[in-house]
């Protein structure tokens, strides 16, 4: 605490303290016919100014000259008989009152600092965003407690160490590291900020999104002393971001899939009446009739995409219990040409009495989705597709697990986060980017969930689905002639 922090009483009682006691200390040793001495008086003014400031200290002053002037003869008079006494005097008044102003200064210079070191200390304790401070070597020399949640690091055990063994940034897509703004500032001398897709690591392994800029510090004479870097957690606006993002892409797809299908119904619906009267003709020969049966079964799966999946719109019809294992091969059979002709092997290993219970169509409509981006990922240099399936226990349920694995180049690491979002593609020109969206979809629709795993040597997305399935009760409480008025 600084002299003016402390009482008046106290500053100023030991102001008329202080020179008594230096007088009692002094009257025994120095004769006062011998003029006056202020050795002991000065160091009473030295402490006086220093406990109590300037104008306690002038008071010391003030009051050892009294004692002095009283005790030298003539005795307590205030008259001064000897020039000599008078020199000594008009010394001690000038050397005490500048030792009190200089004193009593630093020490008031000394509390103000203190009073703007604490402003400052609280400030940074209570701002919400966090606050990291850099030498010019880029060592930490200040946290706030913001920065420590932020970063998951205590001052104590930060300090003086580098910046960036604290501040882990990365690029949230690529995960690759990403330059520290601190270095760019101590490099450059120029205001830094991070890009948008930017992350902080923790020491327990998870990510915060954050936003920052760094600044330098410079001295009087503008030079650069370190770097300031203030940062806060931005997780959750940009997690609402990117869902609004994705709400407006479903809203686009939503009325482009509405148009689609009312233009495509009903040329499907007269397409497959021709391949029905084609299939029921006795001059067609088994093998085109045969056909003309596949045909019509695909005409229909597509009639039932343009009105259920390109507009955005689920269809409840009855759950039946499904032979996986059929489904597959069903699939299978649509793209065995495809398939040949690109050197690919599709390997159907699930067990023939795997059953789930589900809507046909949306099932089939997810394998296929499955089978084709599989296919596209191989047909380069072709390659195997396996699928096989298993059922395990859960706690309250039996979950049936079917794997589609293919031996392409796999799926880079930063498209990974991206690959189930409506309209995301790296097929350029070929893909619309909404074929794994809507398998997600369905498996989640039915209780389950799509995940996947992916490395160069190739990709296996996992289906999840209960194998008693229960679609969404939304979904299963929409009246069929909804769709309908839609779609006319």
Known sequence: MGATGRPVLARYSLALL?????????????????????????????????FGGTRPGLVAVTESVLINILAIPPNF????????DAMRIAV?????????????????LQSRLDKERSQLSITLQSIADAVIATDAQGRITLMNPAAEEATGHKFTSAAGLPVESVFKIVNEISRTTVDSPVKKVLE?????????????????????????????????????????????????????????????????????????????????????????????????????????????????????A??????????????????????????????????????????????????????????????????????????ASGGVLRVNAEVAEQEESRQVRIRFSDTGNGIEPAHLDRIFEPFFTTKKDKGTGLGLWIAKRVAEDHGGELQVESSQAGTTFTVLLPQQCSTNPEVAEMPERQTEGILD
Request: charged share 25%; no cysteine.
């Open 92 to 108: 001690f008044v000038f050397a005490g009152s500048g030792i009190a102003l200089l004193i009593g200064s630093v020490g008031e």
């Open 77 to 84: 008079s205030l008259l001064v008989a000897s020039w000599d």
């Open 306 to 379: 343009s009105k259920r999946t390109l507009s955005l719109i689920r269809v409840e019809r009855a759950k039946t219990k499904l032979t996986v294992s059929d489904l597959i091969d069903s699939a299978f059979q649509s793209y065995q040409s495809t398939a040949k002709n690109s050197g690919i092997r599709l390997e159907n290993e699930v067990a023939p009495d795997l059953e789930v219970t589900a809507l046909r169509n949306e099932l089939r409509q997810l394998v296929s989705n499955l089978i084709s981006n599989a296919m596209d990922a191989m047909m």
């Open 188 to 304: 450059r001398g120029q205001v830094a900020e991070l890009a948008e897709d930017t992350v902080l690591l923790r020491p327990d392994g998870t990510a915060i999104a954050i936003e920052d800029s760094a600044a330098a510090i410079r001295d009087a004479r503008g030079d650069t002393v370190g770097a300031v870097l203030v940062f806060r957690d931005v997780t959750e606006s940009r997690f609402l971001q990117k869902a609004l993002i994705r709400l407006e892409k479903l809203e686009t797809a939503s009325k482009l899939g509405a148009t689609i299908a009312h233009e495509t119904n009903n040329p499907l619906e007269a397409l497959a009446n021709l391949l029905f009267l084609i299939s029921r003709d006795d001059v067609a020969s088994e093998t085109t009739r045969h056909l003309a049966e596949m045909a019509q079964v695909e005409i229909s799966r597509a009639a039932e």
């Open 18 to 50: 202080f020179p008594l006691l230096a007088y009692l200390l002094t009257a025994p040793t120095v004769r006062a016919d011998r003029g006056p001495s202020f050795p002991l008086f000065s160091l009473a003014v030295v402490l006086v100014s220093i």
